[in-house]
C-alpha cells in the first residue's frame, strides 16, 4: 500500500480483514512521548506506562489519556478520584519498561506519596495530579479526563519518546546525522 | 520547582496564579508526533496541524484528538460527518508549519479528495480517513472520537516530532551523538 498519486489507495472493501494490522501499523508510524500514570486505590498503588497522554486545555488545566479496560490497571482506575501522571525523560526509560512490562512497579524508593494520596514517581521532569472528572467508555477501552489540582516541575531532560516498538530520543532537524 | 524529594512539590495554593503555565510547561516537555486534521466542509477543505491524536483501539479502529473550540478549523470539524488523519514525517515538516500557522493551507496539488470526500494530503507515511462518533465539549475544548472506517500506509519515514515548541527528529537511544 502507497499513499502516493500513482498507487492510489485500496478501497476499505480490498484491506477489511487486515484492517486493524494496518490501523496498528499507522499508529506504529505515529511517534509519542512516554507516560506514567499512577493512583492510590485501597491504599494500594497502580500505575502503567502510557503513550495517550494529550493536553486538552490550559485554563482550566486538564488532560486526557486512552487505556484499555482490559488492563490490570483499569479496576484501580476506574475506583479511584486522584491520578498523578509523570512526563518520562531519557533517564526514566526503565521505569518505563518496568510500568510496561513487569507487575512489581512500586518495590524500592523510587517513589514516595504525594498530593491526594497519589503515589509520586521521583527524578521525573514533570508531574501532574489530577481529579478524574470522567471515564467514557468504547466497548474495551475508554477515553479519561483529568482536572488538574496540583503539579510541579523536575530537572529539565531529554523526553523519552516511543515510536515503532521502540524507546528513542529526540534529536534537533537542524544537525545532519 | 523541583520533583527531587529533599525538595518538595510546593502545594497548590502556592502556585495557583500561575498554575496555566506550568501546566503548558509540563505539556512542553511531553513529546507528541506530529498529524494533519482534514476535512471537507460545504465543498470545502479545512484542515489543521494536532499533537493530539492518540489510539483508543486497533478492534474496531478508532482514534481521538483534542482541538480548542475556539479553533477557525472547529465549525468544519463540529458540522462535518467524516475526517481524515494523516502521520507526519520529517519531509513534512513544511506542511505542518503550514498548517499551523498560515491561512493558505490548500492552494496547490499537495493534495486530492479521497474516500468519503475528504481531502487527502500526498506523500505522508500514513493516513486514516474515518467517521467523527463523539465530539464532547469541554468548555473551549473538544474531545474528537473517530471510527476509521479507510486508510493506507505509504512510504516508511522517520516521523516528524514536537517537543519544547520546536520540530524534532527521533534516534535511538543506543547511540551516543
Redesign the interface.
Known amino acids: 500500500?502507497?499513499?502516493?498519486?500513482e498507487n492510489p489507495?485500496?478501497?476499505?472493501a480490498a484491506?477489511e480483514d487486515s484492517?486493524?494490522q494496518?490501523?496498528?501499523?499507522?499508529?506504529r508510524?505515529?511517534?509519542?512521548?512516554v507516560?506514567i500514570l499512577t493512583v492510590n486505590y485501597g491504599g494500594r498503588p497502580y500505575g502503567f506506562t502510557a503513550?495517550?497522554?494529550?493536553?486538552?486545555?490550559?485554563?482550566?488545566?486538564?488532560?486526557?489519556?486512552?487505556m484499555?479496560r482490559t488492563s490490570s490497571s483499569w479496576p484501580a482506575v476506574a475506583n479511584s478520584t486522584y491520578l498523578g501522571v509523570h512526563?518520562l525523560?531519557?533517564e526514566n526509560?526503565e521505569l518505563a519498561e518496568r510500568f510496561a512490562r513487569t507487575k512489581d512497579r512500586f518495590s524500592g524508593d523510587h517513589w514516595?506519596t504525594?498530593?491526594c494520596g497519589v503515589p509520586?514517581l521521583?527524578?521525573?521532569?514533570?508531574?501532574?495530579v489530577g481529579r478524574i472528572e470522567l471515564r467514557?467508555s468504547?466497548?474495551?477501552?475508554a477515553?479519561v479526563?483529568v482536572d488538574?489540582?496540583?503539579?510541579?516541575?523536575?530537572?529539565?531532560k531529554a523526553?523519552l519518546?516511543y515510536?515503532s516498538g521502540?524507546?528513542?530520543?529526540?534529536?534537533?532537524?537542524e544537525y545532519e546525522?
Open positions: 500500500m502507497n499513499a502516493k498519486p489507495p485500496q478501497p476499505a484491506v484492517f486493524p494496518t490501523f496498528r501499523e499507522v499508529f508510524r505515529h511517534a509519542a512521548g507516560a503513550t495517550s497522554v494529550a493536553s486538552l486545555s490550559a485554563e482550566p488545566p486538564r488532560f486526557t489519556f486512552n484499555s512526563m525523560g531519557l526509560r514516595e504525594g498530593p509520586l521521583k527524578d521525573v521532569p514533570a508531574y501532574l467514557l468504547f466497548e474495551n477501552n477515553i479526563v488538574v489540582v496540583d503539579g510541579s516541575l523536575g530537572e529539565e523526553p519518546l515510536h521502540s524507546y528513542v530520543r529526540p534529536y534537533p532537524l546525522i
